[in-house]
């Protein structure tokens, strides 16, 4: 059982951080981090503190790992700051993990958010032995033109800022990964919204119970055979969730990575797999045949699979506790959360 950290409440102190892509200080960008943070205040009545290296530029954040790292060690330190969301993704935040003390995490749980090479800083959470969310970054779902999607708000408010059950998570009615630039001109341009088929059975019957564990199907890679992933026994009866980033992925490359979770034994162990909706919808049909014939390599095609569940890079989102109990319902067609992601 992974730790619960308290859920947030309006009032508290919440430090933003850059632990991939430090885009979030470009001067360029400026005002789409205070667009995020501006959120943070109104909507949810937080009061916002950026780390201290969270803000130097891409450069120097490429360049010092250890920098990002002692961001995230001081915010989990900190007692006054209460929870610690991303700024945005990347692709390096592995190189943090020789820096990473995962008692400072483990005696100091709270809430962590964020997506994609985010999955890393959860994996860091979780072999602490904390819960961690996997959820809406800065400068994506909280900087979103206009206004936060509905759907997002009301998921983080039911996720981190309740400590009820927090029960059947609905799709989304509408979705949207369409491109706008990050340019000041476009901040009051909302972007196109598309109606949402919802919830697809790709395979399995009945109803199957997990705690949640997963990520970014392309991050993940980057923990394989490292100290991050975790041991053979914790796979056991869980349900996986897997989403694939802006890189769209070929279909070959689902099938060559889901192939060595079968090779691991991770597939034979789990009850069920949610698989979030791929970005601009491209593959959609392919995953799924990606998908199922390695369902059918490894004699697994009676396993629960719901797909098009909306996390990840695709907006507006959910939000997914690390090791809460879920449940797959494959005759409804139907996903629930059965427990508080916070005390």
């Known amino acids: 059982m992974l730790i619960k950290p308290k859920m947030l409440q309006a009032g508290d102190k919440v430090a933003t951080i850059s632990l991939s892509w430090g885009g979030a200080g470009e001067p360029n960008l400026k005002w789409r981090y205070e667009q995020g943070v501006e959120r943070l205040e109104k909507v949810f009545g937080l009061e916002v503190v950026s780390m201290p290296n969270s803000l130097k530029g891409a450069n120097y954040l490429y360049e010092n790992p250890k920098a990002r790292a002692e961001d995230l060690m001081n915010a989990f330190k900190d007692p006054s700051i209460k929870g610690i969301i991303s700024n945005i993704g990347g692709s390096d935040s592995i190189r943090l993990l020789p820096y990473i003390d995962f008692d400072v995490i483990r005696s100091n749980p709270k809430v962590f958010i964020g997506y994609s090479d985010s999955t890393v800083t959860h994996l860091f959470c979780h072999k602490a032995g904390v819960s961690s969310f996997y959820g809406p970054a800065i400068l994506m779902d909280f900087a979103e033109n206009v206004e936060m999607h509905e759907y997002t708000v009301e998921a983080l408010k039911k996720t981190v800022f309740a400590n009820d059950i927090i029960g059947e998570i609905k799709p989304a009615l509408e979705w949207t990964s369409d491109r706008l630039e990050w340019i000041e001109e476009n901040k009051h341009t909302k972007r196109k919204l598309y109606p949402n088929k919802g919830y697809e059975v790709l395979q399995g019957t009945g ?133 508080s992601g916070v005390e």
């Open 207 to 339: 109803l199957v119970h997990g705690r949640l564990i997963g990520g970014c199907i392309e991050v993940l890679e980057f923990a394989k055979g490292t100290s991050l992933w975790p041991e053979s026994a914790y796979w056991e009866d869980s349900i996986l969730f897997f989403e694939t980033s802006e890189d769209m992925p070929a279909p070959s490359l689902i099938e060559y990575w889901l192939r060595n979770y079968g090779s691991q034994g991770i597939l034979q162990k789990v009850n069920g797999i949610i698989f979030g909706k791929p970005l601009k919808e491209t593959y959609y049909e392919e995953y799924k045949e990606s998908i199922l014939t390695i369902m059918k390599e490894f004699d697994l095609t009676n396993l629960p699979i719901l797909y098009n569940l909306n996390f990840g890079h695709t907006e507006p989102k959910f939000v997914l506790p690390y090791g809460a109990m879920a449940e797959i319902d494959c005759v409804n067609g139907t996903f629930s959360i059965l427990e």
